[in-house]
C-alpha cells in the first residue's frame, strides 16, 4: 500500500523559513513522480514544487523560485520542501503527491487531477 506521510507546516512571520516533509512508503522511487502542490481559501490547487520521474527534473512555480527548494532521498523516499523568505500569498494548505508514471517536472506541476497518492495536507500561515 502506497503512502505518503507529512510533517511541518505551522505558523510563521513573513520573512522567515519551514520545513515540510513527506515521506514514502510501499513504492520504489525510481518508479514515480512526486510533487508538493497548495492550496489557498477559494483558490485552485497549484503544483510549486516538482519532482520527475526517479528525481531526474525538478520545477518549481515562478512565485517561489529562489525561495524554496526541494530536497529528496531516493532511498527512503523523502521529499522535502524548504521554504524561505515566506511572504503572507504563500499561506496555503501544502500537499505532496505521487503518480507512477515516466512524466517529467514540468508535468508534475501542472496536472494535479494526475496525480494517484496524497499526504494528508499541511497548513502553513504566514502572518504576523
Known amino acids: 500500500e502506497v503512502q505518503l506521510v507529512q510533517s511541518g507546516g505551522g505558523l510563521v512571520q513573513p520573512g522567515g523559513s519551514l520545513r515540510l516533509s513527506c515521506v514514502g512508503s510501499g513504492f520504489n522511487f525510481d518508479d514515480y513522480a512526486m510533487g508538493w502542490f497548495r492550496q489557498a481559501p477559494g483558490k485552485a490547487r497549484e503544483g510549486i514544487a516538482c519532482?520527475?520521474?526517479?528525481?531526474?527534473?525538478?520545477d518549481y512555480r515562478d512565485s517561489v523560485k529562489g525561495r524554496f527548494t526541494l530536497d529528496y532521498d531516493r532511498y527512503t523516499s523523502t521529499v522535502d520542501l524548504q521554504m524561505d523568505n515566506l511572504e503572507p500569498e504563500d499561506t496555503a494548505t501544502y500537499s505532496c503527491?505521487?503518480?507512477?508514471?515516466?512524466?517529467?517536472?514540468?508535468?508534475?506541476?501542472?496536472?494535479?487531477?494526475?496525480?494517484?497518492?496524497w499526504g494528508e495536507g499541511s497548513p502553513v500561515t504566514v502572518g504576523s
Open positions: 503527491a505521487a503518480i507512477k508514471a515516466i512524466v517529467s517536472s514540468w508535468f508534475i506541476c501542472r496536472n494535479a487531477s494526475a496525480m494517484h497518492f
Open positions: 519532482l520527475g520521474t526517479g528525481g531526474t527534473t525538478a
